[in-house]
Each structure stands twice: as structure tokens, then as C-alpha cells.
């Protein structure tokens, strides 16, 4: 079973930052936090990933708190090519994905 | 990112015949691994392909159903046998690069079942 707890769907205007929470309580020491989208009827695109420390690259910034039970990916200007559906996974190493539910983010006009 | 080739793209097929996926990646991978997506579910793992020896599947896969190979670092295949309309999915595979950890995903075969 997936290990994460995500909203099933959030709205957000075009040009401001979407905010996208997960949590993973149950996370161990030598787990990372993924996050991967998929656009429709596209194959899952990896974002970002990190295992304690705050993380950024061109397409998004992750927050990790700091006990870890919680994680923040943030788009920060979102776009309308953004709207897709967006999965937090806690995966050890190469270890395989396991995918929950998962966010819809809807990128509004 | 891994360049990774999946075929056919699509596919109708009958039922009780099998169709078999092909995955090619385009440099040498640790992990490859066989998803399926039911329509508008998320995806499940369906097996980790292993190198010159037999797939690992996961809990309801198995593989008389879903016979796997993956006789070198860069090329697996998926079977999906004696296919009943259930099996129409969009079947992906995903792979793992040497020094990386990230997993980077085909584009998917979308199978219908009639």
C-alpha cells in the first residue's frame, strides 16, 4: 500500500506558486521523498526528490519538514501545461515506486 | 533522463489471445519494471524485471498471466496472456539508470480488450 496521504484534487490561478502538501508519517530513516506528475495519457514524469533537506531544481522546489512526517512540492509559477496529476512517493533507494491516489491539480486562467 | 521506446503505442485485440510489450531503453539500467494503469486509476506495480532470471511479481500478478523476460540491461518484454476485457489498460514500463536513483517511464502501451 502506498505510504502517503495527498488532497484528491486543488485548484490553482496561473502565475502563482501551487502549493502541494503529502504527508508520510510512517516514513523510515533511509526513505526519500519523490514526487513524479502525469500529464494525460502521458507516461509519469519525474519532478524532484529529497531525503531531509530542502531541494530545488528548474521545474519545482520540495520542503521537507523537519521530523520528516511531511513534505511540500511547490510549483512557483504554475502554468496551464502544469495541470496534471501529481504522486508523493517515500521509496528506499532504486527500490520500486509504489503509487497512491495521487493530487489533481487543475490550473485555472 | 533515459530514452525509453515502447511498442506497440496502442493495440485492439481479441479476447483469449496474448500480446506481448516491448520496452527498449536506449543506455544500460539496473531496474526495469512492469506498471499497469486501469482507466482512471493510478498505477499499479505489476512485477520488477530481473536480468537473466525470472520476474519478481507482486501480490495478485502472476506470471502465467503476465510472463516477463529481460535477457540483457536494456530491452524487457511483458506478455499479457489469454487477454479478457479486464486486462484493457495502459501498460507502462519504467526504468532505473546506472548512478541514479530516479525511475523514468515509457510512454505507455494503451491495450483494449474486445
Redesign the interface.
Known sequence: DAKTTQPPSMDCAEGRAANLPCNHSTISGNEYVYWYRQIHSQGPQYIIHGLKNNETNEMASLIITEDRKSSTLILPHATLRDTAVYYCIVRVDTDKLIFGTGTRLQVFP | ?AV?SQKPSRDICQRGTSLTIQCQVDSQV??M?W?RQQPGQ????IA?ANQGSEATYESGFVIDKFPISRPNLTFSTLTVSNMSPEDSSIY?C?V?RWGN????????TRLTVV
Open positions: 533522463s525509453i539496473t531496474m519494471f506498471y493510478s498505477l499499479t506495480l520488477t507502462l519504467s532505473v536513483t530516479e525511475a523514468f517511464f515509457g510512454q505507455g
